[in-house]
């Protein structure tokens, strides 16, 4: 190729360029005598400027800066290709091809100037390598100028980021013609980046190599060299400085580097013995780096890379969950090293084999079963838990994995089962036949199991005897978990053998005392038949046997216990958490036991308002809320189709007393749950099924005479003397709120309630109610950013000075900022925006604080306690930054007489301990006086909170601590003596703690 001289780019566009205005020419020529002259930087951007809206063209430029290329000063040539690639950069797309063209061999040239020249010359090829209209042949030719002439690791940071900018647009461009250069171009790659150190740059050329790769560049000869020259970073040693403004993070050049190195097979036979050694490194990060990296590249490699390396593997990843028992190790790099097993598992199952190819994973779980099984078979059981895991790493890979290792060790654990007599030893063996027995639903129902039909039989006989006669709870929970894991699986076997002997027994008339104990049969019977419901064809048959055993109850419910319901309403509840996963189930569910349980309660409830005394105990409190989670988990994940279905026939039920859709429904009067009568107090109590049904409804399904339900709830919310009833009401009327579409109806229904609660807040007996449903109307509102929300959380302000109602307002702010268990969450599909919390924070604290400066003495404690609910639920961030301002409010808190107020104060004081210590430092003479107080509380509880406290304290700057050491060490010697254990173990704890401060090492 020809190489123009210094001043051959000027001659050669005199051919071309225009005579140009005179006034014009003369303006351009100010413009870069200015900048050449440096006196006025700015004229880059006016002559780009210029260029950009015809004023001037790039032709016009050069000529202008002719003399100034020429000149022998390498400082004037450097400003004067400066200006050129500035404007170059602001306008490449207005460039012809033939003006490119010159321009190219220009820049080409000019690399072999002075090294002042260089950084401006490499920004005008950079504004080049983008224009469209470069000619073939030119991205080839500069990049080879480049690799030739430009010793790019002696630039500067930038000016290297410049050049990979280069290869990086021209990679994008022109793929076809740099893989036409072959080995060449990367070797030439490999040395610009031979030796980078900057994060910026590292991130750019991580890049470009993994692009070499991924679009099959032609590595060569070359391939252990690129390894090599990007290897050298492994692992990544990178900490950002303080306020850095670039942001890039040590995570982000791990995974950039990370791709690189598990891009390809070809960097396996150099790269597995760096991860092996690494493996070995005293170094955690490095570990974990190690582990993640070959975790990732077991997704590309195949037998033929991991063979060799397969024993020196397995050698480094037991290592790390073995030495777990003896807590050396760390839970991260155990977990990383179980991923990578299991990837590696997953690697070698994926081979195809040929008839005279080694199975490298039956080579390679047998090493595994080897060093593992021993360990299993110990009478300590030490290493018991650690070798299960590293087995379920291996097995979990693939269904021949599975086969392999529990054909294995099944039997083996079975035999260890039956040698050891101990509780706690059958129970850990028990949990992990359940590990291994879950990894099977991975690959579904599979025609060949594990288990021959006799062997079947006698492990559901086994699991049916030790969940209900193991004296020891937790191993019979164990099995109970097992056979829940087992029934998918074999859902005949539970159906047929299993679900009939505990339907027998719970029919059983023995154990009729203290049937509600846990440890009871009729008990664990109930949570057996909640247990093994994971299969669709076995919810079918469990779901009969406890509605059946329900009604048993229901009709000796005079002679048993309330709880016996609620126990059933928990399996029930169990189940339908279960069903939600089956979508199959989840109908049957919903049709079969919410009819069931509205029957059941409208017939109780009727016959209590006859005077009759059977079913009674249905309609007691803690019957009815254990029922709430069984309807409200059948309802939402109905389908819109089926809920829709569903919900046409519960509204007009409580709304109409259309009962035709129950079963059983012949009933001895009408049902009329909002009709006002003394007589009708037991049917309205039933507003909590209601409320648990529609409540869990999806958004998108519509509710039949949704306005009059909303009237008829919310009058029933302000004048029913039953304080459960009114509750749920509310809760009712604010779950629908919070769900209704935008718009006149609901703003009509909203200002309802608003003429309804503030004539009941203002006197009267009805007082309680009306502060009930502003409290839930307000949360349903704030949870939806909702314009209204702001005037009622004011008149909750308001009411926090009043005598009557003060205490139960502050109270409330529990319920504003906590998660509701049955209305107002994300799981009935509440509206709940994201931040809400923070923005109820910024809008009411500061009202908060002044309301309680301006508070009487017999009401600042509710200001503190509402305060302290809200600062109890804030993201610890959020509050970190308001501290300052908070911090004194928090510490007067501590002396409210108000248990709940202390209890609540201290339990948001303690994070910010640890989250905030130099500020915490600054009242470090209040904070220990106001906890050494507090650890003598006739309040259980709040000596609790204290003490830990007080142990958080020693994670403040030992400095300001150690004035205090001597004083808190006494104080804490008499709460060694308290009464209760639970103090004394806290006690200890913290002493403990500050009698360590200052100890060397600490």
């Known amino acids: 190729m020809r190489v123009l001289g210094p001043t051959a780019l000027p001659c050669a566009w005199a051919v071309m360029a225009a005579a140009g205005d005179g006034a014009g020419a003369a303006a351009l020529a100010a413009s870069v005598r200015d900048f050449v002259a440096g006196q006025q930087d700015g004229c880059a951007a006016e002559v780009a400027a210029g260029v950009k809206d015809g004023s001037w063209t790039v032709l016009q430029l050069v000529e202008a800066l002719g003399s100034c290329l020429e000149n022998t000063d390498p400082r004037t040539r450097g400003r004067g290709i400066q200006l050129l690639s500035q404007v170059l950069l602001q306008c490449y797309f207005q460039l012809q091809e033939k003006e490119v063209l010159h321009l190219v061999l220009f820049y080409e040239n000019r690399l072999q100037d002075h090294h002042l020249v260089i950084p401006s010359v490499l920004q005008g090829l950079r504004a080049l390598s983008m224009c469209e209209v470069l000619s073939p042949g030119l991205a080839v030719s500069v990049l080879k100028t480049i690799f030739q002439e430009v010793h790019v690791q002696s630039l500067l940071q930038l000016d290297r980021h410049t050049v990979y900018s280069i290869i990086t647009n021209f990679m994008s461009t022109r793929e076809e013609e740099l893989k036409g250069l072959g080995a060449d171009f990367t070797f030439g790659f490999i040395q610009v980046m031979d030796g980078e150190k900057d994060p910026r740059n590292l991130l750019v050329a991580f890049q470009i190599v993994r692009d070499l790769i991924a679009k099959n560049y032609t590595l060569g000869p070359f391939v252990e060299e690129l390894f090599e020259v990007t290897s050298c970073y492994f692992p990544i040693d990178f900490t950002p400085p303080p306020n850095d403004p670039h942001g890039i993070q040590r995570e982000d050049l791990i995974l950039s580097l990370r791709a690189v190195l598990a891009s390809t097979t070809q960097f396996a036979e150099f790269l597995l013995p760096l991860l092996i050694e690494k493996l070995d490194s005293d170094l955690q990060s490095a570990k974990l780096d190690s582990l993640q990296t070959l975790t990732a590249c077991c997704a590309i490699y195949g037998q033929k890379e991991l063979q060799e390396f397969l024993p020196s593997l397995w050698s480094s990843l037991r290592r790390e969950p073995l030495l777990q028992v003896f807590q050396t190790a760390s839970e991260k790099v155990e977990a990383e090293c179980l991923a990578a097993l299991h990837a590696l598992s997953a690697c070698l199952s994926r081979s195809v084999l040929s008839s005279d190819t080694e199975d490298l994973l039956d080579s390679f779980l047998s090493s595994i079963l080897q060093d593992c099984r021993h360990h299993?078979?110990?009478?300590?059981?030490?290493?018991?838990?650690?070798?299960?895991?590293?087995?379920?790493?291996?097995?979990?890979?693939?269904?021949?994995?599975?086969?392999?290792?529990?054909?294995?060790?099944?039997?083996?654990?079975?035999?260890?089962?039956?040698?050891?007599?101990?509780?706690?030893?059958?129970?850990?063996?028990?949990?992990?036949?359940?590990?291994?027995?879950?990894?099977?639903?991975?690959?579904?129902?599979?025609?060949?199991?594990?288990?021959?039909?006799?062997?079947?039989?006698?492990?559901?006989?086994?699991?049916?005897?030790?969940?209900?006669?193991?004296?020891?709870?937790?191993?019979?929970?164990?099995?109970?978990e097992a056979a829940g894991s087992l029934a998918p699986i074999y859902p005949k076997v539970f159906s047929g053998r299993m679900v009939p002997r505990l339907e027998e027994e719970l029919q059983s008339e023995r154990e009729e005392e203290n049937s509600w104990d846990p440890r009871s049969l009729r008990q664990r019977c109930l949570q057996a038949l909640a247990a093994m419901s994971t299969h669709p064809s076995i919810v079918r048959e469990t779901v009969p046997v406890l509605l059946q055993h329900l009604r048993k109850v229901q009709k000796e419910s005079e002679a048993r216990s309330?709880?016996?319901?609620?126990?059933?309403?928990?399996?029930?509840?169990?189940?339908?958490?279960?069903?939600?996963?089956?979508?199959?189930?989840?109908?049957?569910?919903?049709?079969t036991v919410v009819p069931c349980l509205l029957a059941m309660a409208v017939q109780a409830a009727m016959q209590e308002s006859t005077q009759t005394l059977l079913g009674k105990a249905l309609l007691e409190e803690e019957v009815l809320s254990a029922m709430v989670p069984v309807i409200s988990a059948a309802t939402t994940h109905l389908s819109p189709e089926l809920a829709a279905q569903s919900v046409s026939?519960?509204?007009?039920?409580?709304?109409?007393?259309?009962?035709?859709?129950?079963?059983?429904?012949?009933?001895?009067?009408?049902?009329?749950?909002?009709?006002?009568?003394?007589?009708?107090?037991?049917?309205?109590?039933?507003?909590?099924?209601?409320?648990?049904?529609?409540?869990?409804?999806?958004?998108?399904?519509?509710?039949?005479?949704?306005?009059?339900?909303?009237?008829?709830?919310?009058?029933?919310?302000?004048?029913?003397?039953?304080?459960?009833?009114?509750?749920?009401?509310?809760?009712?009327?604010?779950?629908l709120v919070n769900k209704h579409p935008e718009g006149q109806q609901l703003d009509e229904i909203l200002q309802l309630g608003v003429n309804r609660m503030e004539p009941g807040l203002a006197q009267g007996p009805c007082r309680m109610q009306a502060l009930t449903l502003l409290l839930w109307v307000t949360k349903a509102l704030v949870l939806r950013y909702h314009p209204l929300s702001s005037r009622l959380t004011d008149k909750l302000l308001g009411l926090l000075g009043d005598v009557e109602l003060g205490a139960a307002t502050a109270d409330g702010f529990f319920l504003l900022m906590a998660e509701s268990p049955d209305v107002l969450h994300k799981g009935c599909h509440a509206d709940v925006r994201i931040m809400f919390r923070q923005r109820f924070f910024t809008d009411n604290v500061p009202k908060l604080v002044q309301g309680f400066h301006g508070a009487g003495p017999d009401v600042k404690a509710n200001y503190l306690k509402a305060l302290s609910h809200v600062l109890n639920h804030l993201p610890k961030p959020v509050l970190v930054t308001e501290l300052p301002t908070l911090l004194p409010l928090l510490l007067e808190a501590l002396s409210c007489s108000d248990r709940v107020v202390q209890l609540s104060t201290l339990s948001c004081l303690q994070p910010l301990l640890?989250?905030?210590?130099?500020?915490?430092?600054?009242?470090?003479?209040?904070?220990?006086?106001?906890?050494?107080?507090?650890?003598?509380?006739?309040?259980?509880?709040?000596?609790?909170?204290?003490?830990?406290?007080?142990?958080?304290?020693?994670?403040?700057?030992?400095?300001?601590?150690?004035?205090?050491?001597?004083?808190?060490?006494?104080?804490?010697?008499?709460p060694l003596d308290d009464k209760k254990r639970l103090v004394r173990k806290e006690a200890v704890a913290a002493r403990g703690e500050w009698f360590l401060l200052g100890s060397p090492g600490r």
């Open 562 to 591: 309330p709880q016996d319901m609620v126990s059933v309403c928990q399996s029930l509840h169990r189940v339908a958490l279960q069903c939600q996963q089956l979508e199959e189930s989840c109908w049957y569910f919903h049709q």
């Open 914 to 974: 640890l989250e905030a210590p130099q500020i915490m430092s600054l009242h470090v003479n209040t904070l220990v006086t106001k906890f050494l107080s507090l650890t003598l509380s006739p309040t259980m509880a709040v000596r609790i909170a204290a003490l830990r406290c007080a142990h958080a304290l020693t994670s403040l700057p030992t400095t300001v601590l150690l004035p205090y050491k001597a004083r808190v060490i006494r104080a804490l010697a008499k």
């Open 649 to 735: 026939h519960v509204v007009p039920l409580f709304l109409d007393g259309e009962v035709s859709f129950l079963p059983q429904n012949s009933f001895s009067c009408s049902f009329q749950p909002f009709e006002d009568g003394e007589c009708l107090e037991a049917q309205r109590r039933l507003v909590a099924l209601l409320m648990a049904f529609v409540c869990s409804l999806p958004r998108n399904v519509a509710i039949p005479q949704q306005e009059r339900l909303l009237r008829e709830l919310l009058a029933l919310s302000c004048s029913c003397n039953c304080p459960f009833t009114a509750t749920t009401a509310a809760k009712c009327f604010a779950g």
């Open 376 to 480: 299993l078979c110990e009478p300590d059981m030490k290493l018991v838990w650690p070798s299960a895991k590293l087995l379920q790493a291996a097995a979990g890979a693939s269904l021949r994995a599975y086969h392999h290792v529990t054909h294995n060790v099944l039997p083996l654990l079975l035999e260890q089962y039956t040698k050891h007599p101990q509780s706690s030893q059958r129970r850990t063996i028990l949990e992990m036949l359940l590990g291994f027995l879950e990894l099977q639903q991975k690959w579904g129902h599979v025609e060949e199991g594990f288990l021959s039909p006799s062997d079947l039989e006698l492990v559901v006989d086994h699991l049916i005897r030790l969940a209900l006669c193991e004296e020891d709870s937790q191993s019979s929970e164990a099995a109970m």
